[in-house]
């Protein structure tokens, strides 16, 4: 059975880089997850090799919480460059003075 995640259609609000981060993130886990297909044991892992992999993903999802929470408070701080340009943008079309 194979998998597949949405991993390329969300929204580029938060901003590219952000965006991108998540679409690499869901990537590797649909392949994780195809790769538990395809093991040689008819689909069984040992808790050993399972909580290997929980503790990587734990790992990463504890460091990408750590950015993120950097990042919103970066905004919160006002000094969140790529937020400051999507917001500045967004009024300068408002207010018709780019396209």
Known sequence: MSIKLKTDNLSSG???NFRNDLVDNFSE???EIN???L????GRITK?????KLDKLKNDFMKD???LKK???RILLGTDIESIEIVVNRILKEKGVSN
């Open 14 to 16: 938060l901003g590219n």
């Open 48 to 52: 050993e090799e399972l909580n290997k």
């Open 65 to 67: 919480n750590e950015a």
């Open 39 to 42: 093991n040689e044991n008819g």
């Open 71 to 73: 990042r919103i408070n």
């Open 35 to 37: 790769k538990l297909d």
């Open 29 to 31: 886990i649909e392949k």
